[in-house]
């Protein structure tokens, strides 16, 4: 007669889930699963971007340059072509590109290679950041456009003057590039240190929050 085997007990090494959120240095514990409006920081924010580099870091210069300059570059841009910008419209050009101070600035020929899932934690990100800062989870469609063709204008300026983009080249990628006094042009396109750009997007940050 066969004894019947007793049931095998739970392992105690059982894997534990992987884990899905990343801890700030304001001490926010942020769930990129399902991210809360009350974990996201401003000044989170600035620090993660300031030290994010666009272009996989392929600029010249001696430092990289920054989502964070970016950001401000198009903000710049947007806020000329717009004229008079309100809260609304200001911060949502500025926090356009807010959730890689987690995920990082992934360029656009591998976003199109992974396809949805990256978007998919990216608009979660973006609505848990709008919430935080008073906007609506998603902008109104006028409101996209116009940050869209901010940021590819940004985007040749980038690829001309930092990444060895020629401009015919760079034209047919992103379009035309935008008009820019000289000296704004050059003070956006020359990168700055992490510092600086961390300081001026918090400036600028507040700046439009007061509006």
């Known amino acids: 007669m066969t004894t019947p085997r007793s049931p095998t007990p739970p392992s105690k090494n059982k894997p534990r889930a992987p884990r899905a959120w990343q801890r700030m240095l ?32 392929q600029t010249t210069g001696a430092h990289i340059y920054s989502v964070a300059q970016h950001t401000l570059l198009v903000e710049e841009i947007g806020r000329r ?11 949502a050009m500025l926090l356009h590109d807010a959730p890689e101070y987690v995920i990082g600035d992934m360029i656009s ?4 290679i992974i396809g949805d899932a990256y978007k998919g934690v990216e608009k979660r990100l973006l609505s848990a950041i709008h919430l935080r800062f008073g906007l609506p989870p998603e902008l109104p469609a006028d409101i996209e456009r116009m940050i869209k063709a901010a940021d590819r204008a940004s ?7 930092l ?10 990628f992103f379009g035309a590039p935008p008009t820019l006094p000289a000296t704004v042009e050059h003070d956006f396109t020359t990168p700055w240190s992490a510092a600086a750009a961390e300081r001026r997007f918090l400036e600028r940050f507040h700046k439009l929050a007061a509006l």
């Open 163 to 172: 990444a060895g983009f020629s401009p015919s080249e760079a034209r047919r």
């Open 155 to 161: 985007a040749f300026l980038e690829a001309t003057r």
């Open 109 to 112: 020929p591998f976003k199109a």
């Open 26 to 57: 304001s001490g926010r514990r942020l769930d990129l699963v399902d991210p809360s409006p009350l974990d996201v920081e401003i000044e989170d924010i600035a620090h993660g971007l300031a030290r994010v580099a666009r272009w996989n870091g």
């Open 81 to 91: 072509r717009a004229g008079d910008v309100d809260r609304r419209l200001g911060l």
